[in-house]
Nanobody, 121 residues
Framework: QVQLVEPGGGLVQPGGSLNLSCTAS????????MAWHRQAPGKKRELVEV???????NYADCAKGRFTISRDNAKNTMYLQMSALSPEVTAVYYC???????????????WGRGTQVTVSS
């Protein structure tokens, strides 16, 4: 009952900036934690950053470029602001969300299809 859409990927020059967003749509679910993950060719998917429903963040990858995660609960949208980008951050970026079912209170994990981020001159 929840789908995640992740526009914002693309090609950016080294040292440049890029903003990703992820919007959750559906009904009868309350979105709780959200996170960005990424997967580079030949590597396992890894956590980039996580943000709770209350806005608490965990900056999991600050070594390659600058990453800032945020969310707008009114829009059910999560953002990832990236700056000072290097080619090492090139990967498919995936949106993740944990949703709580309105009826029953059970929680489920949801994943977006991913968006390609390429840093190259």
């Amino acid at each position: 009952q929840v789908q995640l859409v992740e526009p914002g990927g693309g090609l950016v020059q080294p040292g440049g900036s890029l903003n990703l967003s992820c919007t959750a749509s559906g009904s009868l679910f309350r979105i709780k934690n959200m996170a960005w993950h990424r997967q580079a060719p030949g590597k396992k998917r890894e956590l980039v950053e996580v943000v709770t429903e209350g806005g608490a963040t965990n900056y999991a990858d600050c070594a390659k470029g600058r990453f800032t995660i945020s969310r707008d609960n009114a829009k059910n949208t999560m953002y990832l602001q990236m700056s000072a980008l290097s080619p090492e951050v090139t990967a498919v970026y995936y949106c993740y969300a944990r949703g709580e079912r309105v009826f029953g209170g059970r929680e489920y994990d949801y994943w977006g299809r991913g968006t390609q981020v390429t840093v190259s001159s």
